[in-house]
């Protein structure tokens, strides 16, 4: 399965919309997309997961080395609709409470 | 190139094509077949089998018109770049042999930097299975003893597979094995890593890793998690699975974390099952498995001795994947 | 020790196609066969496509060689151009410097017989290459 990638370019706002599954055979284009994105001064990146159905942990690796980034340069991170297994991943391994995920829960729990 | 092989087989091409012209028939291809395969193995160049045409052209049909002759030349000019891409191929298909004997040394290698063996604990029934879906395992499980019969356990996960995981996870061994003994804490231990792996470690690279501290003489397991998949605790008095609660990130992210120490208190019948994600992530077909089906399959096989019960439920999911593993698989039973 | 040298100047795309053609006439006088000559004339594309892509502008000369016997001919590329900072990495299969088409150095290595290579920095490249007519 792919990942499809829709980079949302505005400016200081910046949307990226993914759809597929991140992998450690996706990831890489991941992480070509969004790193520059992030290593902007003050710019705000919001990642729409929501159909992203599948993601393991090289995927969140990427957003790790975006979140280092954000220091960096003093942009923002911010991941938006996440699925419940998507979001599993970010509790178990501590990474919700460092990366700003957005609260609102796609689907029953 | 080699002027033998040149003429022997200029001399067998001409037989072969003017059999073909006048006979036009299936005997003279499949020999043609093998002639290229021949041409092959010795190492002959699309543009010298064209050459050898053009020469057996010109011998059989000596009045050849002047413009399929210089046609024939403009055809082996095109073949030059196939010859050399041809040979690259080949040099490539050598080296890509090469690496794939060095892989396999440095995977055994690795299994003998990493082996743990499985000690003896009064009392406590051990099983443990890690399976690589490579040929580098990126999973690891360490056992380690201490004088009073205590027994520590680490479980982990290096994201990503391959030679890198394999790499970082020689690196948690050699600082595990350098704590001291008095500090085989589990917050501590996790905490000491962590800064390890923050500063060896690149950005976006990061391991999960369970570290449980059993102490013989009172059946408690004292134990603490960075991030890592959550394993399962088996009740014998309820008959029930509880899925065993943590706090804490995974190592190499911050630099100064701190990880919360829980403890529980096993009875006899007991079972504390540490795993990794290669087994909860367990994809049959399109889907994949919930942890009930999951609990439901290592409850089948709980009642066995702990070594032969996690071999059998890797065996399960192994065929519930098609005998394909997705990811590395790693489980360990500690029965009480 | 006889010696005829004779040289062109690589500036534009098709420069190469007249180092490739005078590369081709001298195989011919010295006696090379059909093979020998395209694979000599693909050599000299290489070496000039190089030039003209990475350094601009630069020469392709030719020499006879009669060295114990043996008839030769070399192909001396060179120009002033920024150098190979990695030579070994660009002797290497699979590393392909003209966009993935170009055969690089290894294709004009296994095109000729023996091959050199001289290279600084910023201050350019000399590639010898020799084709032994054989007997």
């Given at each position: 399965m792919d990942l499809n990638i829709e980079v949302n370019d505005q400016g200081l706002s910046q949307s990226i919309k993914l759809a597929g599954e991140i992998d450690a055979y996706t990831a890489p284009k991941l992480k070509e997309a969004l790193l520059p994105l992030v290593k902007k001064e003050n710019v705000t990146v919001v990642v729409d997961l929501?159909?992203?159905?599948y993601m393991d942990s090289t995927g969140l690796g990427v957003f790790i080395s975006a979140l280092k980034a954000t220091k960096e340069y003093d942009s923002e991170l911010r991941l938006v609709s996440l699925q419940d297994r998507v979001r599993r991943l970010f509790e178990i391994t501590g990474l919700e409470n460092i990366i700003n995920i957005d609260s609102t829960v796609r689907g029953g729990k | 190139m080699e002027p033998f092989h040149h003429n022997f087989n200029l001399d067998n091409y001409r037989k072969l094509l003017k059999s073909y012209i006048t006979t036009e028939d299936e005997t003279s291809l499949y020999q043609a077949e093998l002639f290229s395969k021949l041409s092959m193995q010795h190492n002959i160049l699309p543009e010298e089998i064209i050459n050898i045409h053009i020469q057996a052209l010109r011998e059989l049909?000596?009045?050849?018109?002047k413009e399929i002759d210089s046609s024939l030349n403009f055809l082996l000019e095109t073949m030059i770049s196939y010859g050399l891409a041809y040979q690259e191929f080949q040099t490539l298909r050598e080296k890509q042999g090469e690496l794939e004997s060095e892989i396999s040394i440095a995977a055994n290698m690795q299994q003998t930097l990493l082996s743990t063996h499985k000690p003896k604990i009064m009392g406590l029934d051990i099983g443990a299975v890690s399976v690589p879906a490579?040929?580098?395992?990126g999973d690891y499980y360490h056992f380690v003893t201490d004088e009073n019969g205590n027994l520590g356990i680490a479980i982990a996960d290096v994201i990503g597979k391959g030679i890198p995981a394999a790499l970082a996870m020689s690196m948690i061994k050699y600082s595990l094995d350098s704590f001291?003994?008095?500090?085989?804490?589990p917050s501590v231990i996790l905490e000491n890593l962590n800064r390890v792996v923050e500063r060896n470690v690149d950005t976006g690279m990061f391991i999960t890793m369970f570290y449980g501290l059993f102490h013989a003489k009172s059946n408690l397991l004292q134990f603490a998690s960075a991030g890592h998949e959550p394993g399962f605790y088996y009740c014998a008095k309820e008959d029930k699975f509880f899925e065993i609660k943590t706090k804490g990130i995974v190592l190499g992210v911050t630099n100064d974390t701190t990880y919360e120490q829980f403890e529980i208190q096993m009875e006899p019948g007991d079972v504390v099952i540490l795993l990794t994600d290669g087994v909860t992530e367990c994809r049959v077909g399109d889907r994949f498995i919930d942890t009930d089906e999951m609990l439901e399959v290592i409850r089948e096989y709980l009642h066995l001795p702990a070594q032969e019960a996690v071999e059998r439920v890797f065996r399960h999911f192994e065929k519930l994947q098609g005998f394909h593993l997705r990811d590395d698989f790693t489980l360990i039973f500690l029965k009480k | 020790m006889s010696k005829t040298q004779s040289c062109v100047h690589i500036?534009?795309?098709?420069?190469i196609v007249g180092a490739r053609q005078m590369g081709r006439e001298k195989a011919k006088e010295l006696g090379f066969g059909t093979v020998n000559q395209a694979r000599i004339a693909t050599a000299i594309s290489e070496l000039a496509r190089n030039i003209y892509l990475y350094a601009g502008t630069g020469k392709i000369s030719y020499e006879v060689v009669n060295d114990m016997n043996k008839l030769g001919l070399k192909i001396i590329a060179s120009d002033d151009?920024?150098?190979?900072?990695?030579i070994s990495k660009s002797m290497e299969?699979?590393?392909?410097?003209?966009?993935?088409?170009g055969a690089g150095l290894p294709g004009v290595k296994r095109l000729m017989d023996d091959f050199d290579i001289e290279s600084e920095e910023g201050k350019g490249t000399t590639i010898t290459a020799i084709k032994w007519v054989r007997k």
């Open positions: 929501e159909h992203v159905n | 049909y000596p009045d050849l018109p490579n040929i580098m395992n001291p003994e008095t500090q085989r804490n | 500036k534009k795309e098709w420069d151009g920024p150098g190979i900072a990695d299969d699979g590393f392909s410097t003209s966009g993935g088409l």
